[in-house]
């Protein structure tokens, strides 16, 4: 799963929250911030936590303001181990 997160995501505990929740999730991947101030998430796991981390990113942590969320799922490729903040 590929997420890009627009709106008022970053200065607000976006990635730590994400983090958070691909960890309670079993995810693996990795959350960053972009220059753009967008919060790009890239997780792997099973489809059902991937689904329920997509719907989180709609609404993200109280603080946040989410207006577009991009979507593009591929096919699973073992590269990560566990779940990080960039």
Do not use: C
Request: charged share 25%; net charge negative.
């Amino acid at each position: 799963m590929h997420r890009i997160i627009s709106g008022r995501v970053q200065g607000v505990g976006f990635r730590f929250s994400a983090y958070d929740e691909a960890k309670e999730l079993a995810l693996a991947g990795y959350v960053r911030n972009l220059p753009n101030g967008d919060v790009e998430i890239v997780a792997e796991g099973s489809r059902e936590n991937l689904q329920m981390l997509a719907a989180w990113a709609h609404l993200g942590p109280p603080s946040a303001h989410v207006a577009e969320v991009r979507e593009e799922w591929s096919d699973f490729t073992g590269e990560f181990t566990d779940f990080q903040i960039r």
